[in-house]
């Protein structure tokens, strides 16, 4: 690799960063050369991504300065002049790209993010794609590449616009080492091509620093020491990088570290704890594990070894019983795997990929859980419990919560947990990922000594060449096939390789033939078209959120379902269900007079279309019976000598009782008794002795706009509104905070565009699906509710236009609170359906709110959309009777916009 | 009993989980304190603050009368709008009634001439304008009666009716609101914390750790509905004695106990149906939006906010296989009306049919779609 130049890349000045209390770097001072490779070394969560990031501009700084290629990345301003000239890929296969899309559809995002032109586009990606070997996979998912593929893929979206300063965090991690060879092949040819370009990388694998130009090695938020590998070597004495770090490290954490040394295995003729014969897993039409067959003997260390995806943790779930084997057979102590099997369970172990503890518990109740679900009796447990806190050095964590242990001890708790009931076999998967080297080794001396001198079989997947070299055998794993299982000397030896590693390299190569080597450049594309960033604003970064987010919604068959269908479904059911219509009312009669008077008293009450008579009432005790059980809502009660009293024109009571249990019913209720018992009075067909007198005038109630009085000519309207409230503002508030979930979010912060773009573009496709489901309402209501539309239909389309620009908006500022998906879906619902239903006029009218409560309904976009829906399907009203409403609605999307842009960050905090 | 033992202790592990999440142990405090108040204090289903204005074209006495009859809290002051403000005010939604008292009404009223007096309702407005109209004809029609005492004899109507409610006199929504408020938290919860607690193991991949171990799907899923059960009944029989008894001051005729005892199963039924959607749903978003598709309906058609019998048919008969609608029911029948186990148990019985079809159901699925997530 070239040698570096005089000038600096980047310059950091006590740079400081805390995580709440966390402290990530502590006063950092760093002078990074530019033009050449530079590697930042260590074990995880030590501060190098924190390093990157800020140097990338995706991270606000906290304290201290950081210069890069010459300005201030404090500077807003010079950020965005800079951000074209940077490209970032940060830490986790593929987190800045989006799994839905293909590969070409991923690089046109990114090319529209640098306001690139069609054309200029077309060269870049040919190029890249063909300089990659990318060409034929070019239409397919990047959630469906390789590791190998989709880091290739990341490397075409961050060099899409010629960067000078390119940043990887972590671009090799779990990938297989003959990709991870071609990778660095590939940057090679990148580099040949843009001489000038400076490389940071952030690396766990410390063989691999070694050909870097200058290195960064860093522990605890600290640098250790900076310079060359040689250097670096020569100046600690050790013989690799790997040796040079442990020997930088502080003395205290150094402190008992000894190379591992590994008694040889005792028995190996024993009987076999484990034979695989042509295991297969498939899920649908792909193939996770392709017959897998391998014997593993009692006390042996059997490694798996291969890349993230090629089928290791498929076949150890197949092994313990989670997942059925497809075909295949396995024996687990010689006898047919068998899931329902207790007593099977209890003589194995098992360690799942992510620490599969109990983090909110403490190191104590974990372990105490477990023995108690192994009824281990308790006088046992006791002192099986007290020897692993002694032999795996818990002590000092015993009342801490899992989660606030480091992640060294608490993979030794997870290892303590799963041995907790001493099983005969371990199943470990990937225990030491993102553990530092030295936890690594003590870590394995564990797993040696359980082995070695308890006679543990032990089953374990890494990642790591140096693990692999330790085990009794190993298989390498690709793409769901087992490559070659041996020892690993014999292995070596078969291949006549150097190493573990290069054996590996020359079994992968010949299971899959010789790869596409990646191609140098050889057009000239000085006069092809490139395009100018645009500062301010471009329709082109904006369309490239629009046409991201579409595509990715039309491919989310749960998202889009919802989104489609869900206003659809509740629709119906609360168009139908809420009514506040009360009839069909039942009623039942304790008639104590049988005369011709009480009978036609009840007539009147019999022709009602509200009641239903039920079978008439025996005694008084019957009456309290059944309003009690709810079988009857009113009862009637008509007191002896009714017809005689009314004969000699004394006046003479009925009686009524009415269930209060819901309050709204009874009073309509009473209000309907007391309206037939009018009409009783006034009935020139009920012959009462004296015909009362007539009064004095008459009130006559006008319903208007809805003369049947049917709830439904209002309600269905206000669903309508409602639904086009709560729908759109969780699928927006989704959508922006999945970004932040899953990483993609980096891109607003690293890229030219700007927040309205954003912002804007993200909200154009869930403004389209939102009139969509207007359009599907509105033909629900007129067709299936048959609530004809008296008003202006323009009008109303207006209304619902704007009034979903705002309800999406709305979405997005509960997002700018939320950080994970579920919090935003509840969030939204919350702050959604409480005003929505209490306050905007869906119940009770705005106008008749008190102080605080009509403020929140004035201060809420649906109090406005409910008079324009109501209005023009049921008052049959038009533009100028409902243009106060629109203007009123129209006032919030300025406002929600601006508000929106300032809560959202430019910057990770 | 190694099964109950078992049951026991992820059972505690369970509520350990659960009193460290603050996220949700916020949400539970506020469904079952702060949220049942303000629904009780709503009014959202009782005339309140009706917005009414007068059209006064006699400027009479008697009219004077009428206009200052409309009184709080049943109706806002009435404003004085002219004849010609009718259409354009009404339109607007700025008045829900508008009394329009004609000319001489006061003077043919004396004379005998029985005029008309037009009383507008918005009936876009559903609950204020049926209950409003009733009682601006009652209190139109007392006031013309009182005015006319002062000027003639009135006599007794020959057959009077005498209303009463029972098992809730004044007929306040307080009272209604407030029950069903902790009901449809204990719904809205019992389905949130347990499929919550599944696809959160299933995210962190101790679900695996657990099928592993000795255990069997039933174990897992009964600890987590004891767990999650035990939480919500104590929250629900607190919100209850606190915030309905104690704070608001609400009779509640009937026994708690028992109440309580119905509380317990139905959270059987709405833990299980948790379950089973958390089996269901393969990320936590994607057990929102089921959750939101799932509880809406059953929470709004429950008979909890309106009444069950103005639904069309295929509804109301869809509606009933629901244990939500029978514990709204059986709410209602034992808090206010005092009913007993006799009255009930069909609906208990019910419940607890319903809720095991869904743990079967939930059982079925567990260990094929546990293992399949990463």
């Known amino acids: 690799m070239t040698g570096h130049d005089r000038r600096l890349a980047a310059r950091l000045e006590n740079v400081g960063l805390r995580y709440r209390k966390v402290v990530a770097l502590d006063a950092i001072t760093l002078d990074l050369p530019a033009g050449c490779v530079i590697g930042l070394i260590g074990p995880d969560g030590v501060g190098k991504s924190s390093v990157l990031s800020l140097i990338a501009g995706s991270r606000q700084i906290q304290s201290g ?52 032109s069609a054309s200029e586009r077309a060269w870049r990606t040919a190029e890249l794609l063909h300089a990659t070997g990318l060409t034929p996979f070019a239409d397919r998912a990047a959630s469906k590449l390789s590791g190998g593929m989709r880091q290739k893929l990341g490397l075409c979206c961050s060099l899409i616009h010629d960067p000078d300063l390119l940043i990887l965090d972590e671009p090799t991690t779990g990938v297989d080492p003959l990709s991870r060879r071609q990778f660095w092949e590939l940057i090679e040819v990148m580099r040949s091509r843009r001489p000038g370009m400076s490389l940071m990388v952030a690396t766990a694998y410390m063989e691999e620093a070694g050909r870097f130009d200058w290195l960064v090695a860093m522990n605890d938020g600290r640098v250790l020491a900076t310079g060359s590998p040689s250097e670096l070597k020569a100046s600690t004495g050790g013989a690799t990088v790997e040796d040079a770090f442990i020997a930088l490290l ?48 009692r006390g042996e260390i059997f490694g798996f070894l291969g890349s993230n995806g090629c089928g290791k943790t498929t076949t150890m779930k197949m092994l313990t019983g989670l997942l059925p084997a497809t075909e295949g057979t396995a024996l687990l102590f010689g006898q047919p795997l068998d899931a329902t099997d207790m ?23 974990n372990l105490t859980l477990h023995a108690h679900l192994y009824h281990l009796p308790a006088g046992k447990a006791q002192a099986r419990i007290a020897y692993l806190v002694n032999r795996f050095g818990l002590a000092d964590y015993l009342t801490h919560r899992a989660l606030d242990l480091p992640l060294g001890i608490r993979q030794r708790l997870s290892l303590a947990v799963a041995i907790v009931h001493e099983p005969e076999l371990l199943i470990l998967d990937e225990p030491t990922s993102g553990v530092d080297p030295l936890a690594r080794d003590r870590f394995w001396e564990l797993l040696i000594e359980l082995s070695r001198d308890q006679d543990v079989t032990i089953f374990v997947s890494t990642h790591f060449m140096n693990e692999a070299e330790r085990c009794d055998r190993v298989s390498l794993m690709d793409s769901g096939r087992v490559l070659a299982t041996d020892t690993p000397a014999r292995l070596i030896a078969a291949r006549g390789a150097a190493n573990l590693e290069g054996a590996f390299i020359a079994f992968l190569e010949q299971a899959s033939g010789p790869r596409i080597a990646p191609v140098a450049a050889t057009t000239d594309h000085a006069d092809q078209p490139r395009t100018r960033v645009r500062r301010w604003f471009s329709p082109r970064r904006l369309f490239a959120y629009t046409i991201r987010e579409t595509l ?66 025996i005694d008084c005790n019957d009456l309290e019976r059944r309003l009690k059980d709810g079988a009857v809502s009113a009862a009637i009660e008509i007191p002896p000598g009714f017809g005689r009293d009314i004969a000699r024109g004394r006046p003479t009571w009925v009686n009524a009782t009415v269930d209060g249990a819901m309050p709204f ?29 007539p009064p004095p005038a008459d009130i006559e109630i006008r319903f208007k706009y809805n003369q049947d009085f049917k709830s439904m000519y209002a309600m269905v309207p206000t669903i309508i509104s409602l639904l086009l409230a709560l729908f759109p503002a969780i699928l927006t508030a989704l959508a922006v905070v999945r970004e932040k979930e899953m990483g993609s979010i980096t891109n607003l912060y690293v890229t030219p565009v700007t927040r309205i773009e954003f912002l804007v573009g993200k909200q154009l496709p869930y403004i389209g699906v939102a009139m969509i489901n207007f359009a599907v309402m509105c033909i629900m209501a007129l067709f299936i509710f048959r609530v004809p539309l008296t008003g202006s239909f323009p009008v109303l389309l207006l209304g619902a236009l704007i009034y979903v620009t705002t309800t999406t908006a709305y979405g997005m500022l509960i997002s700018a609170f939320t950080k994970t998906q579920i919090a935003a879906l509840f969030g939204t619902a919350i702050l959604t359906v409480l005003p929505a239903v209490q306050f905007s006029g869906m119940m009770t009218p705005v106008a008749s709110l008190a102080g605080s409560a009509q403020l929140m309904g004035r201060a809420f976009p649906m109090s406005y959309f409910v008079p324009i829906s109501v209005g023009t399907f049921t008052k049959g009203l038009g533009f100028a009777d409902l243009a106060p409403d629109l203007v009123a609605l129209a006032v919030f999307v300025p406002v929600l916009l601006l508000l929106n842009r300032m809560l959202l960050r430019k910057q990770e905090r | 009993m190694r099964k109950i033992a078992n049951i026991f202790w992820l059972g505690t592990k369970e509520l350990r989980s659960f009193s460290h999440d603050f996220v949700l142990l916020g949400l539970v405090i506020y469904a079952f304190s702060f949220a049942v108040t303000m629904q009780a204090r709503s009014s959202a289903q009782e005339l309140h603050n009706a917005s009414i204005a007068i059209v006064d074209e006699d400027n009479s006495e008697l009219s004077r009368r009428i206009a200052q009859a409309f009184l709080p809290p049943y109706f806002k002051p009435p404003r004085m709008i002219t004849e010609a403000d009718i259409v354009p005010k009404m339109n607007a939604g700025a008045f829900t009634f508008v009394v329009d008292i004609p000319p001489h009404f006061q003077r043919d009223v004396l004379g005998g001439r029985r005029p008309d007096l037009q009383v507008n309702v918005d009936a876009t407005a559903v609950v204020q304008a049926g209950l409003g109209a009733g009682y601006a004809q009652q209190i139109i029609t007392a006031e013309i009666a ?19 409610i029972a098992f809730n006199p004044n007929a306040t929504t307080a009272c209604f609101s ?11 919860l019992a389905i949130i ?36 059960g035990l939480v919500i009944t104590v929250a629900a029989g607190l919100s209850l004695y606190i915030v309905v008894k104690t704070i608001l001051g609400i009779p509640i005729a009937g026994s708690i106990p028992l109440f309580m005892v119905g509380v317990v199963i139905y959270l059987f039924f709405a833990t299980a149906i948790g379950i089973f959607m958390g089996t269901v749903a393969r990320s936590m978003p994607q057990l929102g939006l089921l959750y939101m598709l799932i509880y809406m309906p059953m929470n709004m058609l429950s008979g909890s906010n309106t009444p069950l019998e103005s639904m069309p048919h295929w509804l109301a008969v869809a509606v009933r296989i629901s244990p939500s609608t029978h514990f709204v029911s059986f709410a209602q029948a034992i808090l206010y009306r005092g009913a007993g186990l006799s009255v009930v148990w069909p609906r208990f019985l019910a419940t607890a049919t319903i809720g095991g079809l869904f743990f079967w159901l939930a059982l079925r699925r567990f260990r094929s779609v546990a293992a399949r997530t990463t």
């Open chain 1, 552 to 617: 990715e919604l039309l491919r989310d068959p749960i998202r889009l379902s919802f989104g489609l269908f869900g206003t659809a479904l509740l629709m119906l059911v609360f168009g139908f269900g809420i009514s506040t219509d009360v009839n069909n009312l039942s009623f039942a009669v304790l008639d104590r007079d049988q005369t011709p008077e009480s009978r036609a008293y009840l007539e009147e009450l019999r022709g009602s279309t509200y009641f239903i008579e039920e079978s008439p009432l």
């Open chain 2, 146 to 164: 009182g005015f006319m005492s002062k000027a003639e004899h009135t006599q007794l109507s020959p057959v009077n009716l005498v209303v009463h």
């Open chain 1, 65 to 116: 300065t950081v210069q890069v290629l010459g300005g201030d990345m404090a500077d807003a301003g010079y950020r965005a002049e800079v951000c074209p000239r940077i490209a970032y890929m940060p830490q986790g296969l593929g987190k800045n790209l989006y799994p839905d899309l293909s590969v070409v559809e991923n690089i046109a995002f990114f090319s529209r993010l640098f306001g690139q």
């Open chain 1, 665 to 693: 019913r009874a009073q309509t209720i009473r209000g309907y008794l007391e309206g037939m018992h009018q009409t009783y009075l006034t009935d020139p067909a009920v012959r009462t002795t004296v015909p009362a007198a």
């Open chain 1, 250 to 297: 502080p003395a205290e954490q150094r402190a008992g570290h000894k190379a591992i040394e590994i008694p040889p295995w005792r028995n190996p003729d024993g009987h076999p704890v484990i034979v695989a014969n042509d295991i297969t897993c498939r899920f649908g039409d792909f193939t996770a594990v392709d017959k897998v067959s391998f014997t593993i003997g």
């Open chain 2, 193 to 228: 914390l347990s499929g919550a607690a599944i696809v959160r193991e299933r995210e962190h991949g101790t679900m695996d750790h657990l099928l592993v171990m000795p255990l069997t799907p039933f174990e897992i899923a009964m600890s987590k509905v004891w767990a999650n």
């Open chain 2, 178 to 188: 407030s029950v069903m408020g902790i009901i449809n938290d204990v719904t809205m």
């Open chain 1, 343 to 365: 007593t099977l369970r209890r003589r194995v172990g098992y360690m799942s990929q992510s620490f599969s503890l109990y983090t909110e518990l403490t190191v104590r109740q």
